[in-house]
């Protein structure tokens, strides 16, 4: 059974840091692009940030550009999302996705990955 258990969330004030882990099991996703999502309070889902199975592509939303890094480790089969100069705005459940397609182009849509986690709350507090 494959499983994706985020983790790393909290409550933090603007400008603060986190960094937030993402684990598999149940199969290996070396050779596929894993993302990040995340939902707010009364709105969809969106897209956050992206990353090649290699992790030598990334993209990111323009409202995190800049300020996000995605990362992955392929030998512990996680993946990262490192989020610096959090403002108030970025207060959302985040979710960890993953393509089971091997394909050449990144992703943004929720519909267009296979496998989701559970999700962390990150709450800024202004």
């Known amino acids: 059974q494959v499983q994706l258990v985020e983790s790393g969330g909290g409550l933090v004030q603007a400008g603060d840091s986190l960094r937030l882990s993402c684990a598999a099991s149940?199969?290996?996703?070396?050779?596929?692009?894993m993302g990040w999502f995340r939902q707010a309070p009364g709105k969809e889902r969106e897209f956050v940030a992206a990353?090649?199975?290699?992790?030598?592509?990334?993209y990111y939303a323009d409202s995190v550009k800049g300020r996000f890094t995605i990362s992955r480790d392929n030998a512990k089969n996680t993946v990262y999302l490192q989020m610096n100069s959090l403002k108030p705005e970025d207060t959302a459940v985040y979710y960890c996705?993953?393509?089971?397609?091997?394909?050449?182009?990144?992703?943004?849509?929720?519909?267009?990955?296979?496998?989701w986690g559970q999700g962390t709350q990150v709450t800024v507090s202004s």
């Open positions: 996705a993953a393509d089971a397609t091997r394909r050449p182009s990144l992703r943004v849509g929720v519909n267009e990955y296979d496998y």
């Open positions: 990353i090649s199975w290699s992790g030598a592509r990334t």
């Open positions: 149940g199969r290996t996703f070396t050779g596929n692009a």
